[in-house]
């Protein structure tokens, strides 16, 4: 039986077995499991109306419409393994439509700027397919993509498609009162986003869908089973895909920080020019004491770096000496989001890019758990997450990720797990979803980013905080703005990154950070010294005795990103004295290009 014919047929019995029609999640599930091109249809017929809708009001044209509502499709049928809330489906595709009808829309008129002008003039204007608020309506709908996942699932089911919030709320899981605060937050943030474009306020009922014609529908519904598409609908699709996959590897080696670095970036292009008055105080922040458990007892580790260099795991002496590639790590895993030492030094947890189903293009992260020296190959523990910290004691870790799309204040919050380091199993952390864990102290505390989403309200405070949520203190207030910290093994002081943003030409250089030592009791921030002026930092360490820190530094090139992607980048991995004094550079690598990650973040135990 051909694969097509075996989809079919599994997709028959998994409908046989169903007495109501099937979820959207729960179709997007079966599409990225078993390739069913009738789910996909399905998919195609529910929300194929709002794609259509969309591309024709961001394109302008109907012709290019139909191309970009094909590559919408196109993309879903490479991405659907990748669709973290397979729920909230219709909000993704939202998404993707604006994408690559503003793709459509920027090609064709790429294209237009080539071709030499008409000898003479036509008789009569050219039919405009745009009504005359298409501006407006093209606005309100970039920036009903532009919100965050969760927000935008919930505006797209109850204004879109007018599911009432109780309904919305089963979809999505989360009580009906969630969905009532989403879209309140949704109006007001599409409110003040649309009059800082200058437009006014348009009701969502404007966003209405449109009616596919059967050929359209049919199609796209073809994409599900390898039918070739167009030239055009590939290419749209592909360059969607491409930035999407391009901007989570960019992101990997400091996910938290970048997107921090990228909304702090954001506001400040947005804000007014800096008057002569003085800052207003912060506002009062209530915290709750915590007080620390008894710390738990550390074993002693071989004193080694652990660094990614070139896609593949090495240990390296403090000093340079004795690098050794980890013979347990195969680097066809893939690349190596986050890499971490067990405390005793016996032990290693990655985070990779592994295949995903057969024939998927984009890959999908695990947790592998690699034990130094054994002769069995590495666990996967098969739990989706971007940054992982052990314990003190080694026995267990905690997972995270970011609960949204990586893009530039598109976050929709942070999952944590606390996984056992020997059976695998893991357990969900209730933390603030604007929380990230950036180190696990050895009183059983985490320290904590906390992070905003918006580029109104730009955040990026550290805390201490219990494994359950319920109690925190905040070490720092605020008015500077650290995007992750990394406490000592004493949890005296933290390692914090900060963004190193400056403007220059009315834009800003958001992709540099610095660094800064933190003292927790005080809250006070010093700079660490010595660090070479022409680059920035791509992640930091401290040594096991707390007396030293390790930094991977990263050569900034002048120019366009493009140009800055051409240029070969010199990386270093440099140890120094605690407050930044006699620096080292302990191990050199070049890359091809600056957005190319040639030494990832290190580790030291």
Known sequence: MSRPALSASLGRLARAADHDPPADGRLVARFARTRDPDAFAELVRRVGPMVLGVCRRVTGDSHLADDAFQAAFLVLARRAGRVERPDEIRGWMYGVAVRVAREARAVSARRRAREAPVP???????ESHQPPDADALRALDEEVAALPDHIRAAVVL???DGVSRRDAAGRLGVPEGTISSRLAKGRKLLTDRLRKRGVAALGLAALAPAAVPPRLSAAASALASGEPASATVAALAHGVVRAMVVQKLKLAPLAVAAVAAAVFAA???AAPPASDAPPAPPAAVTVTAVQPAAARPVPKGPSKILINKNRTLVLIDPDGKDETPLASHDPKTGFAFDAKL??????????CSVASAPGEQVPRRSLFIHTLGAKAGPVDLGIDCERVHWSADGSELVAGRAAGRPGMHEWAGFDHRIVDAQTGKATRVRLPEEHVVTGWLADG???TTQLSFTTTEPKGRVYLMNRDGTESKAVTDGTDVVVSSVPSPDGARLLGLRPAL?????KVDSGRYALVLIDVATGRGTPVADIAPDGDLQGVCWSPDGTRIA??????????????????TEWRLVVADADGRNPRTVLTAKGPGQWIFTLGAPDWR
């Open 551 to 568: 930094y991977t530094w990263r050569q900034i090139h002048p120019g366009t990103d493009d140009e800055r992607g051409r240029k070969e």
């Open 445 to 447: 505390r985490f320290a």
């Open 342 to 351: 067990s405390p005793d030094g016996k032990r290693v947890a990655v985070v």
């Open 120 to 126: 003479t003039l036509p008789d009569r204007p050219a």
């Open 502 to 506: 400056t403007r220059v030409g009315g």
């Open 267 to 269: 506001s400040l292009l």
């Open 158 to 160: 109850c204004e879109l």
